[in-house]
């Protein structure tokens, strides 16, 4: 296995200790949590609550979680609102950025210790008192996986099935270059552990509306190859959902159709918020550092995928983009 800086086994260390002396704990991913946040907090949740401790999970307002990932335990995730007034340690997952916090960050700044875990760069990160980092970790959970191993906690099959979902998505069903061996072999321990990896993967990529087929076909029937720039990008528009009746979160993976165009080095896809704002999802073959495209918007991410939210109008976020492009 990769020797990990003796900064990072330090910090881990830091984390378990603070986590075993806690008897409250608050597990928090960022806003609108993908299947890494999720599956990060409602593991660390349930392990601290298998623990004997007071446990919850929760992630800021709208306090959605997207259909695919509701097969998961959800039994300790509250809104932000019902989370203790004092916990002894809230623990953010794949963040450390505070604005991605929302409404729950002033659980965070309440707490009497803050752990960070994550695999984003985290040069300004902006709240934790313990940073337990790993940028070149395919998924948060991966992380959260050696803190339970660091913790000595058993992996339930349900916490095991919740660090698997994370795992499978970051690394985009284990096709990202961040699919080591170690998540290779956290994956089997997670298997043995009692995940069925088949019933995850009909849940997560394979029960979508039939109404989501239109709205796939009308953002592919948008997109547009903006060849001198190496760009492929579309709009999802807030009259494509409503004629659908799905849901924002109804709509992730449109990103995933769009990326496969050769001709780009970057896929950008554009989701209306309404009162003109724009939720932006970045996509890079390796040429293109996205997360720095992003940073331009107040955003973020990893080099090959990467997020924010803007104002319009669309043409100059079209733009902004296309300038880092040329
Ligand atoms: P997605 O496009 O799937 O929403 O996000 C891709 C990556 O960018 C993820 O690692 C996600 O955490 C990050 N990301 C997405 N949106 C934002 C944002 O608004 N701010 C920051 N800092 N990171 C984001
Ligand atoms: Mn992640």
Redesign the pocket.
Known sequence: MMKRSAKLSDSLRQAAAAISRAESIVAMG?IGP?GDALGSMLAIARGAANAGKKACATFGEPFVVGKQFTFLDMALLVPPGEVPESVDVAVVV??S?AG?LGSALPIVERAATVVVVDH?LSQDAQVGDIHVVDTSAGAAAQVTYRLFRELGWEIDKEMATALYVGIVTDTGRFQYSATSPEVHRITAELIEAGVEPAEVSRHVYEESPFAYLGVAGSVLSRCRLEADKRLVWSLLTREDLAAAELKYEDADGL?DLIRIAEESDVACLLRELGDDKYKG??RSRGRVDVSKI?AQFG????HN?????SAGPLGEILDRIGAELT
């Open positions: 960022h993908d794949d963040t950025v991605r984003h990103i999802s970045l992003a955003g973020g991410g990893h995928a990467a997020g924010f939210v």
